[in-house]
T-cell receptor
Framework: KNQVEQSPQSLIILEGKNCTLQ??????????LRWYKQDTGRGPVSLTIMTFSENTKSNGRYTATLDADTKQSSLHITASQLSDSASYICVVSPATSGTYKYIFGTGTRLKVLA | EAGVAQSPRYKIIEKRQSVAFWCNPI?????LYWYQQILGQGPKLLIQFQNNGVVDDSQLPKDRFSAERLKGVDSTLKIQPAKLEDSAVYLC???????????FGPGTRLTVL
């Protein structure tokens, strides 16, 4: 069964610190993996997208890595800011013909404190 | 470029009542998605349209939920009758094509009492 699991479920850090969020998936074969940021009361916004052949992708202070062999991805946030407080969702798309699918993780809720 | 628009933003109803949500996708986006997001969980796909045709509605509770995308642009999602467990945020997203990057609207938060 195609699944996407994220850890930790929630995380609290101090402003200025770094943190790493994890995403493990069982989707195989897969087409691409996306990380989304979802602010409270808003829809998810795409941060990064990686195909199965990419190892890393950066977007400002956000850096996503992908290990297709171990089926793991991580999202590293550098020098966290209060505005980073949000839920971060990992989404994997299976490589299938015909209908496109998106398998969503349950997200990691990050709280950045001053 | 205008984003995905949804209305209303909030809705409170009593169980067994009906409710409808509206979505206006980004202009030119052929694919439209409706998701249900229960608090603390990731979004769950309810239905996916390609233009005005249904591509995937396998997780749509068809006994109470219905959706349409007339003319392949705007879409409405209806719940009739609502149950307590339907309390969630309903997200609409669109993409230029199936498998493309999805752009999400702000969502409609539904509370069923």
């Amino acid at each position: 069964k195609n699944q996407v699991e994220q850890s930790p479920q929630s995380l609290i850090i101090l402003e200025g610190k770094n943190c790493t969020l994890q995403c493990n998936y069982t989707v195989s074969p897969f087409s691409n993996l996306r990380w989304y940021k979802q602010d409270t009361g808003r829809g998810p916004v795409s941060l990064t997208i990686m195909t199965f052949s990419e190892n890393t992708k950066s977007n400002g202070r956000y850096t996503a890595t992908l290990d297709a062999d171990t089926k793991q991805s991580s999202l590293h946030i550098t020098a966290s800011q209060l505005s980073d407080s949000a839920s971060y969702i990992c989404v994997v798309s299976p490589a299938t013909s015909g209908t496109y699918k998106y398998i969503f993780g349950t997200g990691t809720r990050l709280k950045v404190l001053a | 470029e205008a984003g995905v628009a949804q209305s209303p933003r909030y809705k409170i109803i009593e169980k067994r009542q009906s409710v409808a949500f509206w979505c206006n996708p980004i202009s030119g986006h052929a694919t439209l998605y409706w998701y249900q997001q229960i608090l603390g969980q990731g979004p769950k796909l309810l239905i996916q349209f390609q233009n005005n045709g249904v591509v995937d509605d396998s997780q749509l509770p068809k006994d109470r939920f219905s959706a349409e995308r007339l003319k392949g642009v705007d879409s409405t999602l209806k719940i009739q009758p609502a149950k307590l467990e339907d309390s969630a945020v309903y997200l609409c997203a669109s993409s230029t094509r199936g498998g493309g990057e999805q752009f999400f609207g702000p969502g409609t938060r539904l509370t069923v009492l």
